[in-house]
């Protein structure tokens, strides 16, 4: 069955402080790796990994992509109190090419 | 900036009640879904299409039914809505055919059914 695995599901920090976000997968078909950002609406887009070992980078936040390990990592560095959200990792693959979403990481970074 | 709007935002309903959400985008994407999300939780695939005249069951089980008889619209109808119907509807879409495979989502349309 296919999978995605986000860890951990909550995490506490303080502003200022570097945190990584973990998100494991076991997809068949794999096509893609995506990150979003959710506060209280809808998903918004972050980061597509498709290759393995590329950096991508927007500011203070940065991703990249295993694909022999099965894992991405999304760093956010200089947190900030607009930061918290919760962090959505979805695979595009399976039998039907559709989105796969992890439980999502919810991060709170405290004044 | 994603271009996909989902009507109406927030909506009250009283049980038995149809009720269709709208969705609409302006992407030209062939592939559409949506997903239920309870607060705080993750989100459920019910329905997704892959371009006009498709439309597939997705992961959870549900009551609702979707249609897609143009490209850019993806409405979701409630025949008869119950209390367990009360959570967040997402519409997306995306391009799957093509390099970019990233969804785009509407703002949702949370339902309350009382």
């Known amino acids: 069955e296919d999978k995605v695995v986000q860890s951990p599901l909550s995490l506490v920090v303080h502003e200022g402080d570097t945190v990584t976000l973990n998100c494991s997968y076991e997809?068949?078909?794999?096509?893609?790796l995506l990150w979003y950002k959710q506060e209280k609406k809808a998903p918004t887009f972050l980061f597509m990994l498709?290759?393995?070992?590329i950096e991508k980078k927007s500011g203070r936040l940065s991703s990249i992509l295993d694909k022999k390990e099965l894992f991405s990592i999304l760093n956010i560095t200089a947190t900030q109190t607009g930061d918290s959200a919760i962090y959505l990792c979805?695979?595009?693959?399976?039998?039907?090419?559709?989105?796969?979403f992890g439980k999502g990481t919810k991060l709170s970074v405290k004044p | 900036e994603a271009d996909i709007y989902q009507t109406p935002r927030y909506l009250v309903i009283g049980t038995g009640k149809k009720i269709t959400l709208e969705c609409s985008q302006t992407?030209?994407?062939?592939?559409m879904y949506w997903y239920q999300q309870d607060p705080g939780m993750e989100l459920h695939l019910i329905h997704y299409?892959?371009?006009?005249?498709?439309?597939e069951k997705g992961d959870l089980s549900s009551e609702s039914t979707v249609s897609r008889i143009r490209t850019e619209h993806f409405p979701l109808t409630l025949e008869s809505a119950r209390p367990s119907h009360t959570s967040q509807y997402l519409c997306?879409?995306?391009?799957?055919?093509?390099?970019?495979?990233?969804?785009?989502f509407g703002q949702g349309t949370r339902l309350t059914v009382v």
């Open positions: 992407m030209g994407h062939d592939k």
């Open positions: 997306a879409s995306s391009d799957w055919t093509g390099a970019r495979t990233e969804a785009f």
């Open positions: 997809v068949t078909n794999f096509r893609s």
């Open positions: 299409s892959y371009g006009v005249n498709s439309t």
């Open positions: 979805a695979s595009n693959g399976g039998s039907q090419g559709n989105l796969i």
């Open positions: 498709t290759s393995s070992g």
